[in-house]
C-alpha cells in the first residue's frame, strides 16, 4: 500500500495534539518550540508545497490546501511562542494576511488559502471544519492530516464534533447560541438563520436536535480566541 500523501504531517500531529476531557484537541507548541529535529520535518513538510500541482477541486487539491493551512498556522504559533492567542499583537483582525507560504508555485497568505481558494473554489460549508486557527472556539486540529481518500467522512465526523459541543451551539431557555462562525460565514451555510439551523440539525446528535427543534432561533453569537494550548487550563 502507499504511503498516504501527507503521512509526515499526521506524524507531527499525532505527537503535539491530544484530545482533552471536553473534546477539544489542543496542542503542545512548547514542546514542538523544543525539538528541532521535528520543527525541521515541519519546515521540510510545508517545503513540499512549493512546487506541488494544488490546481483543481478535487478532493486531493482539497485536503493539501487544508493541511498546508493549519500545519502553517502551527510553525506560525510555535515561532511567536509563548503567547495567549493567535491575535496578540493585533488590536483588529489577526495575522492571516501577513503569514505567507509558497504554495502551487504562487506565494499565497493564509487569507489567501481560505478566502481566495478553500471557500471560493470548494463551495463547501465543510471547510470551516477543516482550517483550524489556534482557538479555543475553532474547530479541532485534528490528530491526523486529511487525506483524499477519506476526505469527506472525516469533514462529516468534524462538523458533528464540532456542533454537537458547545463552541458549535449550546441551547438555552431563550435559543441558541452559536459559534461566531456561523455568523461570519453565514452565507456558507445557506445565508439566513435558518439555514445555519438545519445545518445544525443536519450534525446535531439526536439528544441536540431535540433541544434544538422547540425553539429554533438563533440568541447570539461567541467566540473565545485563546489559543488552544495543551499548556494552558482549559477554559470553563
Known amino acids: 500500500m502507499a504511503k498516504p500523501r501527507h503521512a509526515a504531517w499526521t506524524a507531527l500531529l499525532q505527537t503535539y495534539v491530544s484530545e482533552g476531557a471536553d473534546g477539544i484537541t ?33 478532493d486531493e487539491a ?33 495575522p492571516w494576511k501577513k503569514i505567507k507560504v509558497k504554495a502551487g508555485g504562487d506565494t499565497v497568505s493564509l487569507d489567501d488559502i481560505e478566502h481566495k481558494i478553500l471557500r471560493p473554489r470548494f463551495h463547501d460549508p465543510l471547510v470551516h471544519y477543516a482550517i483550524n486557527c489556534a482557538s479555543y472556539s475553532c474547530p479541532n486540529l485534528q490528530p491526523k492530516a486529511w487525506e483524499a481518500a477519506t476526505l469527506m467522512p472525516d469533514l462529516a465526523a468534524a462538523a458533528r464534533q464540532y456542533v454537537n459541543s458547545p463552541r458549535g451551539v449550546t441551547v438555552t431557555d431563550k435559543g441558541l447560541v452559536v459559534s461566531s462562525i456561523y455568523d461570519w460565514f453565514r452565507d456558507d451555510f445557506g445565508g439566513s438563520n435558518m439555514a445555519v439551523v438545519n445545518h445544525l440539525l443536519q450534525y446535531g446528535d439526536p439528544e441536540l436536535r431535540e433541544q434544538i427543534y422547540p425553539n429554533p432561533r438563533i440568541r447570539s453569537y461567541q467566540y473565545d480566541w485563546s489559543l488552544n494550548d495543551t499548556n494552558k487550563a482549559p477554559a470553563p
Not at 62 to 88: E, M
Request: aromatic fraction near 14%; avoid cysteine.
Open 26 to 58: 489542543r496542542v503542545d507548541y512548547a514542546a514542538l518550540k523544543a525539538n528541532p529535529a521535528d520543527r525541521a520535518a515541519l519546515d521540510a513538510y510545508i517545503a513540499g508545497f512549493e512546487t506541488m500541482d494544488l490546481s483543481g477541486d478535487s
Open 62 to 94: 482539497f485536503a493539501a490546501w487544508a493541511n498546508l493551512y493549519n500545519a502553517v498556522t502551527v510553525r506560525y504559533i510555535v515561532s511567536k511562542y509563548p503567547l495567549g492567542s493567535i491575535r496578540d499583537g493585533y488590536l483588529l483582525g489577526g
